[in-house]
């Protein structure tokens, strides 16, 4: 029942050097190393920084704690500065030595320094520009205050023939699902539907991306997106009455 | 009664003997009849509590707020009702301000039939626990039942306060048959019980440091553990996380040629590592602290 055996990638990545001169017209200094990007960008007469993912980056523990410790020196460094999460990736690595060597603990560290970063008055944004998968999208960009994606983003727990093989249940059902039902296919359409995905970016990124600082609020309020847009009707309201009974 | 095994105990058995006698009040029970309606939409067997308790109770009499998954339920996966009772007992634990809030986990992490709502509910979770450690709050997680702590819910405990587990438990973020699927036997055997027990067995994730208290896989055991747990609460702020971020690059470092681990175990001065899955629990805790000090 658990994470994602996706590691195969349809069509080919999206070029992040595109992306991100849309999202910053105004300049930006962002490098490359190896899967990783940090550096920093300018929107709006403000400058943010930068952490991300490219090539469907798989998360092993090495750019885990490169991404964490990233946003953590941002804290340190720059108070209050707005965090971009530019994000792609095909979900955490599957391997033995990163089990081993606990990688939960270094993927939850990049959540645990988004929190630490929105507690101390940092707005944090997450942008899927093509890849979210499970653990990997879990930690980051699900982890900001605000999560955006691109039109052609992929957001799942697992593809359908690895679902239908775990789950036992056959995969042309799964496949009639998705059609008719937000829950199984991964459109990102479906994400904002359930809340998740605040909105899809299109046309002006830059703009897209001051409309998402604009909108940034500490508390998590996905379920109640996802009442309103009619995605996920019980979520919010359980949790209400499991809050507030007597 | 408390000598009982967690391992083998269900969701409302661990509750019931974990918290202090008569203690336990359920929010949401199953008379209210919360089921999936993803499931029902695939025509699947549902539970009316959707395979999690959540309460309220007292622990060595301070109030505590509790939740435990039902592994006995779809693997103790989390979907959208499921992961709303642990969203839902996290802010009241906002609210209420307990002692500290229970979280025994027991699970493979998102429900796979639920998809999009499950990575979603998980999400939630992970945020909910978040957000109410930056209020104070101190959150425990226990791991010791047979469906472990696995996928998303391997991040969510590495979110909480304090990790307690028994030598049974296993804590990862992708279990043996994902990784086996995906890479292959030789990458990993999932039916090689002994060679999962010492990647993400409890033993191994006290030695790394990724559980903070050992205990014996019996109720008392656990019911003493989370108790001193209790005792220890950790804030989440910059300077622990960036002791934390120093302590896991050092990791990489001093581990990174580990291919096992009896390698591990070996690099921090067990003289035979062969035997750590052999010694009583209590012999292999003096052990390591011993091995800590020096």
């Known amino acids: 029942m658990t994470a994602s055996l996706v590691t195969s990638t349809q069509g080919d990545a999206v070029d992040w050097r595109s992306v991100v001169s849309r999202l910053f017209p105004e300049g930006h200094d962002i490098v490359q190393d190896g899967d990783l990007l940090t550096g920093s960008g300018r929107c709006g007469g403000e400058t943010l920084a930068v952490v991300g993912t490219i090539h469907h980056a798989a998360l092993g523990v090495e750019i885990s704690l490169a991404m964490a410790q990233y946003i953590l020196k941002i804290v340190r460094e720059y108070p209050g500065r707005p965090l971009l999460l530019l994000i792609d990736t095909q979900g955490q690595r599957l391997r033995q030595r990163d089990e081993l060597l606990g990688i939960h603990r270094y993927v939850a560290l990049i959540s645990k320094a988004i929190q630490v970063a929105r507690d101390r008055g940092h707005r944090v944004i997450g942008l899927v520009y093509d890849q979210g998968v499970s653990g990997g999208i879990l930690a980051s960009a699900f982890s900001a205050d605000v999560c955006g994606a691109l039109p052609g983003a992929e957001i799942r727990v697992m593809n359908l023939p690895a679902m239908a093989r775990i789950t036992r249940i056959p995969e042309e059902q ?42 940034a609020q500490a508390n998590d309020h996905r379920a109640r997106l996802a009442l309103e847009r009619g995605g996920r009707l019980l979520a919010g309201r359980i949790a209400r009455r499991v809050a507030d009974d007597a | 009664m ?54 309220r109770g007292t622990l060595h009499t301070k109030p505590v707020l509790i939740a435990a998954q039902e592994g006995g339920f779809v693997g103790g996966a989390v979907g959208e009702v499921h992961g709303a009772k642990i969203v839902g007992l996290l802010e009241r634990a906002r609210r209420e301000r307990p002692a500290a809030a229970l979280l025994l986990i027991d699970s493979g992490g998102v429900r796979l039939h639920e998809a999009n709502a499950g990575l979603i509910a998980v999400s939630e979770i992970i945020r909910a626990i978040l957000a109410a450690r930056s209020d104070g709050v101190t959150i425990i997680a226990a791991i010791g039942g047979a469906s472990g702590c696995f996928g998303g819910m391997g991040i969510a405990a590495a979110c909480c306060s304090a990790v307690v587990m028994s030598e049974e438990g296993r804590l990862a973020l992708s279990g043996p048959e994902v990784i086996e699927t995906a890479h292959g036997v030789e990458e ?3 039916r090689d019980r002994a060679l999962v027990w010492r990647t993400m067995g409890g033993k191994h994730r006290y030695l790394l440091e990724d559980c ?31 002791r934390e971020q120093a302590m896991l690059a050092r990791r990489l470092q001093i581990f990174s040629s580990s291919r096992d681990g009896r390698d591990v175990w070996r690099t921090l001065g067990w003289p035979n590592p062969e035997t750590v899955p052999l010694v009583p629990t209590d012999v292999f805790l003096a052990q390591a602290a011993a091995l800590r000090a020096a």
């Not at chain 1, 199984?184 to 359409?189: I, L, V």
């Not at chain 2, 929010?27 to 308790?53: I, K, N, Y």
């Open chain 2, 2 to 55: 408390r000598h009982r095994s967690f391992y083998e105990a269900t969701a409302r058995q661990r509750i019931v003997e974990i918290l202090d006698a008569h203690s336990f009040a359920e929010l949401v029970g199953p008379e209210q009849r919360t089921v999936s309606p993803h499931m029902q939409a695939l025509q699947l067997p549902v539970a009316f509590d959707d395979g999690v308790v959540v309460g």
């Open chain 1, 174 to 215: 799964l496949r009639e699902l998705s059609r008719k039902s937000p829950v199984f296919a991964p459109d990102p359409h479906n994400y904002v539907q359930m809340g998740a995905v605040d909105s899809i970016w299109e046309g002006d990124l830059a703009q897209c991306l001051q409309d998402a600082l604009n909108r």
């Open chain 2, 212 to 242: 903070d208290v050992l205990v014996d896989g019996d109720m008392e055991g656990f019911r003493a553990g989370i108790a001193a747990a209790m005792e220890a609460p950790q804030s989440l702020t910059l300077e622990a996380l960036e």
């Open chain 2, 188 to 190: 990993f055997d999932s």
